[in-house]
């Protein structure tokens, strides 16, 4: 059986080593791009000819954007209007990421930690300096909320600070983990359908419901790590201790 860990290989498509450092172009810089270069040209092509009664193009990038509104609304209210742009990017591209990881010979860049890892530890940087920008000196009163005893601070602020840094930790393992584990499965079922010859049908069956439900799967990630991205900027901008 060939091992399904193999779709997750990272390979070096344009090699570049600059010292110790390597920079070289790889499939999952590829699909990165693929992936933004997707995002961009579906929404000219929708967009291209806005009118009062949208085409069908118009209502389906309009509903996408509705559907982050609202998401945007529930978690971080009014506050929220000023970083619609980026939830939309963010939301986005793990979608279109997710779904075009389910191609044949396609690669799925959100199955690898350094890459969702580094995405993660942006939204929390982000969520840092809004919280700073947004709320001043009083944003380190995350670390030490107003009331507690002071005797209590070496206690309270090392938990408060694991607290803060698992954030990126816990949306990274979520979304690697389950892309990892669908695209395993589908790997291993697909090698069934080969072995089996006329009786492959019986996993090719399987196959196609397990595609059904990853293409569910892949949205329901992107749905999650967004709203908890919100969630967690929602919560370094409130003044609420």
């Known amino acids: 059986m060939e091992n399904p860990l193999e779709q997750f290989e990272i390979k070096k498509l344009f090699p570049w080593q600059v010292g110790n ?28 000819k806005s009118a009062i009664v949208p085409t069908k193009g118009q209502a389906f990038a309009e509903s996408i954007y509705d559907f982050i ?34 191609l044949p010979y396609s690669f799925t860049f959100t199955s690898h930690i350094a890459a969702v890892g580094t995405l993660s530890l942006f939204c929390l940087l982000l969520n ?30 090392p938990v408060e600070t694991l607290s803060l840094l698992a954030k990126p930790f816990s949306l990274t393992i979520r979304l690697a983990v389950n892309m990892s584990v669908g695209h395993i499965m589908l790997e291993v079922l697909g090698t069934f359908i080969m072995a089996m010859g006329l009786f492959g049908f019986i996993p090719l069956v399987a196959d196609m419901c397990i595609i059904m439900f990853e293409l569910f799967v892949t949205l329901l990630q992107a749905y999650i790590y967004t709203t908890l991205s919100c969630v967690y900027l929602s919560q370094a901008i409130s003044d609420e201790e």
Request: hydrophobic share 55%; aromatic share 14%; proline share 3%.
């Open 21 to 48: 450092v390597d920079l070289s172009f790889t499939n999952s810089s590829l699909c990165m791009i693929v992936t933004v270069s997707v995002i961009v040209l579906s929404l000219l092509l929708a967009l291209r």
């Open 69 to 102: 509104q609202g998401m945007i609304g529930e978690t971080l209210g009014h506050e929220g209007v000023k970083f619609v742009s980026f939830i939309f990017t963010l939301f986005t591209f793990i979608a279109v990421g997710n779904m075009l990881g389910l």
């Open 128 to 157: 840092i300096y809004f919280g700073i920008k947004h709320r001043g000196l009083g944003y380190f009163r995350t670390f030490f909320p107003e009331g507690l005893p002071i005797f209590m601070a070496p206690l309270i602020i």
